[in-house]
């Protein structure tokens, strides 16, 4: 019996190793590429939820659900009785001192921020400060918060104010309740 042994050219030996190499890396990029990917999304989308803020403009839904929470706040706040006054807290009464060197390009202000014990867009607050037969006075409106209301802030420019000992009246009127504050502090 003769034997005939089949040889291999060196071209089918090439393609055969080729062939085997891309399948194993088939195999491999299945294995460990499909799993990399998979946790760089995962970490990408993670780090997008907790390491990022998107400051652009609040879409539709958001801004219905800021007005579906201002309104259940303002409809869970107890019934306000309309015979009662409105309680008014001074809550920052910074007033300017001179005695502070400051540059020319610096604007020093009285500072007053209130509370009030009601949740109401439709007030009006209302500041008169006096010094003997002097009267500053100024207006702002109300921000509604999910409890209590503030005013918008009364900011005095120090030019309006002369040194010495003066009165902050602060009152806040809304429908036909009304609420007073009052407190004494000095400009130096």
Not at 93 to 107: G, I, W, Y
Not at 144 to 169: I, M, N, Y
């Amino acid at each position: 019996m003769i034997q005939t042994h089949k040889t291999l050219s060196k071209g089918k030996i090439i393609a055969l190793v080729v062939v085997i190499l891309v399948v194993l890396g088939a195999a491999a990029y299945t294995v460990y590429g499909l799993n990399n990917t998979a946790s760089t999304e995962t970490k990408e989308a993670s780090s997008k939820t907790t390491d990022s803020i998107d400051y652009g403009e609040a879409t539709d839904e958001q801004k219905n659900t800021g007005l579906d929470q201002k309104g259940n706040a303002q409809s869970e706040a107890p019934a306000s009785n309309t015979n009662e006054p409105i309680t008014v807290v001074v809550t920052a009464l910074n007033p300017p001192d001179s005695t502070k060197k400051t540059t020319t390009s610096e604007v020093t202000t009285l500072q007053i921020r209130v509370r009030i014990d009601l949740v109401t867009t439709a007030g009006t607050c209302y500041l008169t400060l006096t010094k003997g037969s002097t009267t500053v006075t100024k207006q702002a409106g109300t921000q509604a918060g999910p409890t209590t209301s503030t005013c918008r802030g009364f900011d005095v420019d120090q030019s309006e104010l002369s040194l010495g000992e003066w009165k902050a009246t602060i009152e806040v009127v809304s429908g036909d309740r009304e609420g007073t504050v009052s407190q004494n502090f000095t400009v130096q």
